[in-house]
């Protein structure tokens, strides 16, 4: 990305709200109603300062005492003459309102617990009147609910974190944003055990003021940070907290978000198939991803995806190598491979030869049996030179060494970490043995070899790993967040869409608009009037018959197929409405044959915008897994990366022998794309199933819309490029 392209774009985006500076690198650090009392927070966090290799001055605070573990302490912060950058109140909620005022000045109030106490009378007004005095001189505040800060990078600490001892604090390239006080405490703790390190995390608790898209963008400027790592469970801001996901990516770095509750609940309420089978959820990830930002499922990713990727690259289309002493063990890692998502890399002949040659196995499959020698006290070096080579194999775009115990294990120490320091490629070990393998797993930590105890840890990571590797190119062709669109984008125009099921007819109006492709049809009010049009379609052809508000219709006894003449499609028509009252129109459509079944729809999501999904129908519905979910509009780019993500199989290369029309396939997704970004939520839900892709052509054969508000959408641009 060129420098002159991401400049302009970073300007864009409005200034950071406060220098975070001051928070993550302060010179001052003031504790209101300190203590040493051992049973009090504030006694751990005046420790946890002490402890983390804080450079500047602690300030306690409390008339009680005139020292406090040895800090002259002041009566009252009014006491205090010099500039103070954080302060960190341990006092009863009665006082802390009285507390934070007397504060002006200061940089930032870390509230550990609530800023307005539970049952105040007036509360709105009081946090009204303290986001005013926020904002106008007084302190910015971090939290409520949250533990604080702890910046390994610059030695502060001002937290109530139990993580932070004696120890000392794992110091990273990774920066940290959770909602969540415990889990900046698990990771930390976690580094420990698995490897890594931190440049600052932050719990950000409540976000009565400062919220998570705050600190990112002192993150994304903040040139000891590599990596973003973010916990949320939720998000007030959808469209700045996407901004800073693409402001991150146009940097170069990575962000990995966890994000609890994944449950499809939502989609139970979903009218069309389209909507059952992909969730809001599904949507706010395909929005993450289309602006640089990587879901990912558990803490453990945060911290070992994120030091893989502080340290390489991924490089897109690569695969997986692995192997092990132990020929069983490497042939269950190949099952959880594939559990994970993730493609086993392929190996060319010249891998295959080097293997056989330099480390007598000879059959190598992935994951390998690097024991093939059975030298005692020297299976390592056969280890460390298959990984040499795998390192060096094109398709292998990272390796992984799985083991169980064997005997003098610990002569690996010396050799691993080696090739880790050299590899071109990103290198992790799985071990899942017990106590006996502790020491070994310590001596590789300390070597800086990333450790994992059992294969999900790793192969997680991995997952997001390749992930960052599969997202689309970030833009800098303005600052606008690349979610699609929102309800606020939608400009005025000719498309009215009453609430619920759309008519079938209004429906194929829209999606000739925008130059949606639709079988061939004729279409009357009665099977009379039918007839009569029946010369103007190619039999065999298929009666279908339209009831108000019902979008499905096969199991309502309104499909009728393989009908050969007119008599049989006036007959047809007649027989239909006899047992299905309520039929305002007839169509009948020509039958498509020997296509692949897909289906092709569109999922709203007010908070981020209309999703495109594609997914297998008719009988790979169930054996191809789920869809893939991309944010609209889409261009040609984006569109055919669609398909090679549902299309792992290659069946429309070769389906039955046939090459099937995948450019037609893409063209569809883009028109389906652009009426998506231009209806925006006014249009909850649209299902196109069938859609049958032939050898020349991509057609929608049936169509279910559901409008979610009344609301007029701007009729089709001439562009389909990514920006909205």
């Not at 698995?194 to 400027?221: N, Q």
């Not at 929005?287 to 030091?307: K, P, S």
Request: proline share 8%.
């Amino acid at each position: 990305m060129a420098a002159a392209a991401v400049e302009q774009f970073e300007q864009a985006f409005a200034p950071p709200t406060a220098d975070l500076r001051r928070l993550f690198d302060p010179r001052t650090i003031a504790f209101i109603g300190a203590s040493e009392d051992p049973g009090r927070n504030v006694a751990r966090s005046l420790q946890a300062t002490m402890w983390a290799g804080f450079r500047g001055r602690i300030l306690p605070v409390n008339p009680k005492y005139e020292t406090v573990f040895g800090q002259p302490c002041f009566a009252d912060i009014g006491d205090i003459a010099e500039p103070i950058d954080i302060v960190m109140a341990f006092v009863g909620p009665d006082r802390l309102l009285d507390v934070y005022r007397a504060c002006r000045g200061a940089g930032f109030f870390i509230a550990v617990g609530d800023i307005v106490p539970k049952g105040t009378t007036g509360a709105d007004v009081l946090e009204q009147e303290i986001r005013a005095l926020a904002h106008s001189g007084w302190p910015r505040i971090v939290g409520p609910q949250c533990v604080g800060i702890v910046s390994p990078e610059t030695g502060a600490a001002a937290t109530i974190s139990t993580a932070v001892d004696d120890t000392g604090l794992p110091r990273g390239p990774i920066g940290i944003v959770s909602q969540s006080g415990g889990i900046v405490s698990s990771l930390i703790e976690r580094a420990r055990t698995l490897g890594g390190g931190f440049s600052h995390l932050v719990s950000s608790g409540g976000e009565f003021d400062l919220a998570t898209p705050d600190y990112l963008r002192f993150l994304v400027d903040d040139p000891a940070t590599s990596v973003i790592g973010i916990y949320a469970e939720s998000v007030a801001d959808y469209g700045a907290l996407l901004a800073m996901g693409r402001l991150a990516q146009a940097r170069g770095k990575p962000v990995l978000l966890l994000q609890p509750g994944r449950s499809v609940a939502g989609a139970a309420a979903a009218q069309s198939h389209s909507g059952r089978i992909v969730g809001d959820r599904q949507v706010k990830d395909a929005a993450y991803r289309r602006n640089g930002i990587v879901t990912v499922d558990d803490i453990d990713d945060l911290l070992v995806a994120g030091m893989l990727l502080a340290r390489h690259r991924p490089q897109p289309g690569t695969g997986l190598a692995a192997c092990s002493l132990s020929g069983g063990y490497a042939a269950a890692l190949g099952d959880r491979i594939v559990d994970h998502g993730l493609r086993a890399a392929s190996f060319s002949p010249a891998t295959v030869a080097r293997i056989r040659a330099e480390t007598n196995q000879q059959n190598p499959a992935n994951p390998i049996d690097a024991g093939g020698r059975g030298r005692p006290r020297a299976g390592y070096l056969d280890v460390v030179r298959t990984l040499e080579i795998l390192d060096a194999e094109p398709d292998v775009g990272a390796t992984i060494y799985a083991e169980t115990l064997f005997s003098y294990m610990e002569d690996i120490v010396p050799v691993l970490p080696e090739f880790v320091r050299s590899a071109a490629k990103p290198h992790l070990v799985c071990w899942q043995a017990g106590p006996m393998v502790e020491p070994v797993l310590a001596d590789l930590r300390r070597a800086g070899v990333l450790t994992c105890r059992e294969p999900h840890t790793a192969l997680s990571a991995l997952r997001a790993f390749y992930d960052v590797g599969d997202l689309p190119p970030g833009d800098v062709q303005s600052g606008d967040v690349q979610s699609g669109n929102t309800p606020d984008a939608v400009p005025p125009g000719a498309v009215d869409l009453p609430p619920g099921p759309v008519d079938d007819e209004a429906a194929r109006r829209l999606l000739a608009r925008y130059a949606v492709p639709f079988v061939p049809e004729i279409a009357a009010a009665d099977p009379d009037a039918l007839f009569a049009l029946a010369g103007g379609i190619a039999f065999p052809v298929a009666l279908k018959g339209e009831v108000p508000g019902r979008l499905h219709k096969s199991e309502a006894g309104l499909v009728a197929l393989d009908i050969v003449d007119a008599d049989g499609l006036r007959d047809a028509a007649a027989a239909m409405a006899a047992r299905a009252p309520g039929i305002v129109r007839f169509r009948a459509q020509a039958m498509v044959r020997g296509g692949l079944e897909l289906i092709v729809g569109l999922k709203s999501d007010p908070a981020v915008g209309t999703a495109v999904l594609l997914g297998f129908g008719g009988i790979y519905a169930e054996a191809m897994g789920p869809p893939v979910v991309e944010m609209a509009p889409l261009d040609t780019d984006l569109a055919d990366a669609m398909v090679s993500r549902l299309d792992r199989k290659g069946i429309l290369e070769g389906y039955r022998g046939r090459t099937l029309a995948r450019d037609r396939l893409v063209a569809l997704l883009v028109a389906v794309g652009r009426l998506g970004a231009a209806m925006g939520p006014t249009l909850a839900e649209l299902d196109l199933n069938p859609v049958i892709v032939t050898a020349d052509a991509a057609i929608a054969v049936d169509v279910a819309m559901v409008a979610a508000t009344s609301g007029p959408a701007q009729a089709p641009k001439a562009s389909t490029g990514r920006t909205p």
